[in-house]
């Protein structure tokens, strides 16, 4: 089941330059939040502090709270390795194991993590492949095929597989879609409707008609800053702030 | 072509200037003489060997040991096994030490630490081979008082490491930071992630670089003659004075004996042969299956 993030107070650095300032965002459980804005404008940065992975960019820091269900992120004795088996990510450019088969793709998490049970990879392979919609395309090949092999559209399906393996409760989505063709896109925004009944969903998105198809709630970022956050039908509709409306309404960015 | 003929105002996009024409083609054929002239050396090399040794290659070459001096017939198979031992050791010795600090270097080296290892590397690279052996000679075959085939296979193995060092360094660079970032995001902790996706994605290109160490310190004879030393009897111990390729080819080379003249070019046939053929197997089996899509 998904569970609420919180984060308060969240600022983050790389080196000197301070990329958010004092993020302060409630994530409801089990519905997808999309997160807009131009670009550089912190969206990712804020995505990558959830779990953690902005720390293992040289010299990025952060500071502020981020709690996800009943774990304080930034807390004293979080260990970063077991808090992102518990929130999946995907990011913008699909990237599988380029020397792994398709099944050894998705049974990495596993596998690296110390579960050695064939029946329960088997089990968790086919699971999350089907989660992925992947698995009628791959089921004759899962281990002669490589994942660095499949079309554009398929690796990042295979790397949400990936990700669902583990069995997280939150997945991040940087620009999952971003690098796909439309069909693929609308398979990647079929999945994400699906996948919010099970897991919280966190999505970076440049394409606003994508955030008013997949996401309850969006967040609009600008220069670091979140300017609002709503109900997406209310983000893209009556927007309360001045510079919400220019952006969604093409004005600039 | 056709759209010259039928739509004559856009006839000036499809024709290409002369200069650029003759600049295409020159350009063509000097990378095509290059290949050439790459590939030249190593066929002539080959078909010499071929010409001088294939005379006295024959099944007793390969299977008996050296006859007393005077004495028709006779082979290098102690030459051949003492060789094997030498770089199967070596291969020990310098494989893991040269992957070791390769990664370290690429993973971990972003600092001053790092640069004096890089530096280090680069230097012991640049070592010549005669150094290296005397130097092992003053630290183990002195002190332990006799030559061994163990001896031999330090300094080789010790020759290895630069070579292995540098291209794993080279080859996990090559690695993209996304595939990191993929397993970092799974949950992976640092040291899986480094073992089992950098190292794993890398495989082919290190296998490369440690086919460049093993083919260059095969063919070495100087720091063997201070070390292996030599044997001219059927030894397999690594405390024992030990015969090698390199060096059996070098002391029937420079031989009165035109017999043993002939066997030296021979037993160059063979080296190389066997330098080249290992290198295949090991291609063979890294191109096979899955790994071909690695960096």
Known sequence: MGVPIQAKGLNAWFGKTQALYDIALDIPPNHATAIIGPSGCGKSTFVRCLNRMHETVPNARVAGSVNIGTVDVYGNGTPAVELRRRVGMVFQKPNPFPTMSIYDNVAAGLRLNGIRNRHKLDESVERSLRQAALWDEVKDSLNTKSGASLSGGQQQRLCIARALAVEPEVMLMDEPASALDPISTSKVEDLIYQLKEHYTIVIVTHNMQ???RVAEFTGFFLMGR??????????FTTPRDKRTEDYITGRFG | MD????SGHETHAWKVSFGRRVANSAATIGMACAAVLVVTPLVVIFSYLVYRGIGALNWSFLTQIPKPVGEAGGGMANAIVGSAL????????GIPLGIGSGVFLAEYGRNRYGDVVRFTADVLNGVPSIVIGSTVWGLLVVTQKHFSLFSGAVALGIMMVPTVTRSTEEILLMVPQSVREAAIGLGISQWRVTVSVVLRTATAGILTGIMLAFARVAGETAPLMFTAFGNQFWSVSPNQPASALPLQIFYYATSAFEELNRQAWAGALVLIVLIVGTIGIVRLVASRGLMKGAV
């Open chain 2, 3 to 6: 759209n010259d003929k039928h």
């Open chain 1, 210 to 212: 994508q955030a008013a």
């Open chain 1, 226 to 235: 979140l300017v609002e956050f709503d109900k997406t039908e209310k983000i």
């Open chain 2, 86 to 93: 030498i770089l199967l050791i070596a291969s020990a010795i």
